[in-house]
């Protein structure tokens, strides 16, 4: 996940196959090591009702000199919100709903693969969840 696309260059070069992909250092991501920080509230409005809200950042992993690779994996959000609400239909059954936004984060770098500063390449992504769940106590 850590080695830099770059290296596929270094087995081409070289003749190196483990820089090649596949290889122990063959290309990969590129991503660096990164740190989430979450707050989360639940409450109970009553015996029948469960409120909950969250949050999380981190920052995303991908460098601009990676973004080739990571067409394949576009982790380049950072905050994430979520809110949901859990309902006691009986004493045995539950029914939980969740949203959780994700805004758009992106990140842009040249492409490797062509003359340096020809063609620069963005990726960019947002997602939007909505759950709903049943569940029962045996």
């Known amino acids: 996940m850590a080695n830099p696309f770059s290296n596929l260059n270094v087995g081409l070069a070289t003749g190196d196959t483990s820089y090649l992909l596949g290889g122990a250092n063959g290309p990969g991501f590129g991503w660096h090591d990164t740190t989430f920080y979450k ?9 029948h ?11 995303q992993p991908i460098p601009s000199s ?15 919100y ?3 609400a859990t309902v ?19 990140v842009s770098g040249p ?5 340096p500063g020809r063609q620069q390449i963005t990726l ?14 045996y």
């Open 66 to 80: 990676d973004v080739l690779f990571n067409i394949l994996a576009p982790a380049v959000t950072e905050w994430h």
């Open 111 to 115: 492409n490797p693969l062509e003359v």
């Open 82 to 84: 979520a809110l949901g």
């Open 88 to 106: 006691k239909t009986t004493t045995n059954g539950e029914v939980s709903v969740a949203v959780v936004d994700v805004p758009t984060g992106s």
């Open 39 to 47: 707050a989360g509230y639940q409450i109970a409005l009553s015996q």
């Open 124 to 137: 960019a992504m947002h997602q939007l969840e909505i759950e709903i769940g049943y569940g029962r106590k």
């Open 49 to 59: 009702l469960t409120l909950r809200a969250g949050a999380a950042y981190g920052r």
